[in-house]
């Protein structure tokens, strides 16, 4: 019982860093057409720019800092580079960020090693909260509660403030948007670097808990695509849900049938799409 | 000075020739009437003006303004209201929303204002794009544009769709425009109610404009309507 609840607990979290990481890859997606296969880049980043950044200005600091360059590097590269693909054949989009991918890898691999590097987290968040459930760290319950407050955050700002509104729009119809006054290049920039910021923030929470080394975000960014089309494509609920779910169903194989903890999100996204090709929130047509 | 100047366009889908050699104009606080069959080019011209589709060769002039290549953005904060064909609302946000995203202009229009314009709107502000009528819809969309205190209104095809008595109403507000002094180039299938409205008019066919004259003109003679613009005797009779 204890160790089904112990899972259970574990896939949230992980479901909750699938969301964190598949959100930022909606945005990017819904507004800009452009798949990013550079996310989990962006959330080694984050991560070993809060390593370098603990030191100095403490791990809250950190907390604050590491995900609002790491968002800053993201609008960067998009001026530069990823804009450069909008409006043309997908592949482009996709081999560009696929290079940026390796290329983020081996620049971490550079600069941090390749072994994995100390990554400390406060005392106060490492105590286990209750001696029974030992496995229930400060640490734990505080990475699920910073992800649901970025993602209410998050909420509030596609449904309170204009520039929210007008990313949700745009994901609509961005030619419309255009002929309203609004700079779409400038939205699509912003919108990507608040992509990429999630994704920074992901990779300063998962490193505590996972461990620091280059390959980190390679490990979360299929499961992260798997949750996208779980939730179904333009819905950023569904997206949410689906890294939840697919967190939570591989929380509770690794009980039952642990050789298949990995699978088991595959086979999850094969039967969803069975029943309900669009996924579990998607909009009607999005995929055909 | 006029409020727009289209100097011979040239337009392209890919490889399509669409418009060859449009020129057209309309003064300031003029209303002009485009007329014009199916895939005459009608929506081509007006999304050549916005920047949605630049042309390839021509020059477009806004209130003086040479805005040929301009991002739609730009274009639109010279005070030029786009109302799309078909709508075009975000069904996926409300209708407060929706009113929320173009970048407003000052001047006399407000939030409020429209929705004093459009009380059947003021109902609905809940309820998302998706879920209004036809004829709410192109309310919004008028409402839409007007936010940005619009110099120039584009509008294709506003009473396409509609009920008689809505696309009555649809007039009296294009009516209510020239008032306020607003220039406008209205793209109609409905003829009649068009050359009624409109000072000027323009017939496009295959890309060209074939016509170009007084609108009472135009209207006085049913025959040339017929075989210019295609209008079928039912669109003839359709309003009032
Ligand atoms: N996106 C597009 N790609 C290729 N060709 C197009 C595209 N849009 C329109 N066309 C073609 O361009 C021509 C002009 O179309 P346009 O939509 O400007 O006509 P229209 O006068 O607005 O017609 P309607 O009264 O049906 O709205 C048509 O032959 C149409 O098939
Ligand atoms: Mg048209």
Known sequence: MTQLIFNLFNGVIIGAFYALMALGLSLILNLSGVINFAHGGFLALGAYLAYSLMPHIGFWGALVAAPLLTGLLGIAIEWLLIRRTYGRDPLYSLLLTFGLAFIFEDVSRYIWGAQSVPYQIPALLSRPLSLSYFFITGYRVFMVALVALAVAALYLLLTRTRIGIRIRAGTHDLATVATLGVNVRLLRSVNFGLGVYLAGLAGV???????????????????????????????????????????????????????????????????????????????????? | MKALEAQGLQTYYGKSHILDSVTLEVGEGEVVALLGRNGAGKTTTLRSIVGLTPP?????????????????????????????????????????????????????????????????????????????????QEMLAIARALLLNPRLLLLDEPSQGLAPLIVQDVFKIIGAMRAEGISVLLVE????????????????????????????????????????????????????
Do not use: C, H
């Open chain 1, 205 to 288: 929470l998962a490193a505590g808990q996972l461990g620091l080394q280059p390959t980190i975000g390679t490990s979360l960014i299929m499961p992260s695509f798997v949750a996208i089309i779980v939730g179904g494509l333009g819905s950023l609920p569904g997206t949410l849900l689906g890294g939840i779910l697919i967190g939570v169903a591989s929380g509770i194989t690794s009980v039952y049938f642990a050789s298949a903890t990995e699978a088991v999100i595959y086979v999850m996204m094969a039967l969803v799409l069975l029943v309900r090709p669009r996924g579990l929130l998607g909009e009607e047509g999005r995929l055909q």
């Open chain 2, 189 to 240: 299938q409905n003829v009649r109610a068009a050359v009624a409205v409109a000072d000027r008019a323009y017939v496009l066919d295959d890309g060209r404009i074939v016509y170009e004259g007084a609108a009472a003109a135009l209207g006085a003679d049913e025959a040339r309507v017929r075989t210019l613009a295609g209008a079928s005797a039912e669109k003839w009779e359709a309003v009032d």
């Open chain 2, 56 to 136: 390839r060769l021509g020059s477009v002039r806004i209130f003086g303004e040479a805005v040929t290549g301009w991002p739609p953005y730009r274009i639109a904060a010279l005070g030029v209201g786009y109302v799309p064909e078909g709508r075009r609302i975000f069904g996926n946000l409300t209708l407060d929303e929706n009113l929320l995203v173009p970048v407003a202009r000052p001047g006399p229009w407000t939030i409020e204002r429209v929705y004093q314009l459009f009380p059947r709107l003021s109902e609905r502000r809940e309820n998302k794009g998706r879920q209004l009528s036809g004829g709410e």
